[in-house]
């Protein structure tokens, strides 16, 4: 992740007067903390929650209870309700939502590396899964790198 790929989010997002708020499992809170780093983003980032519990994936982001009993925290559909929810109740445009397996080991039988986005906005509700490779901390930075590709996306 580059403060250039932040840079232009922002710079988008100021240009559209629009904002932007995650809810981060694996990642978190290091897609705001990244985006935070970029001079200006108090102009669009509402906030983020860091829901690396899967019980908090219910209380905090709205994700459906009987979704996380029965494919577990580490789905598609998942990061897409963690989209809506960062969305819905930061109050903003836009909602990235991420889950996933840092690593080393696997969870709930999904392999390390494995990182679903979800973006949630304006006529958009879309999920990235992504197959990462490498130790956490490169799984996370790919995580993020991969979130703000999306959110590029649809910003133009």
Known sequence: MTITEGEMLVTHLIERGETVA???SLTAGLVCA???EVPGSSAVLRGGLIVYATDLKASL???D???LATHGAVHPEVAAQLATGAMDRCGATWGLGLTGVAGPAGQDGVAPGTVHVGLAGPG???VRT???SGDRASVRGGAVDGAFAL???HLG
């Open 22 to 24: 995650t809810a981060e």
């Open 65 to 67: 209870e009987d979704l």
């Open 130 to 132: 992504l197959r990462l």
């Open 151 to 153: 959110l590029g996306e």
């Open 34 to 36: 990244t985006l935070a």
């Open 124 to 126: 958009v509700l879309t």
């Open 61 to 63: 982001a709205g994700v």
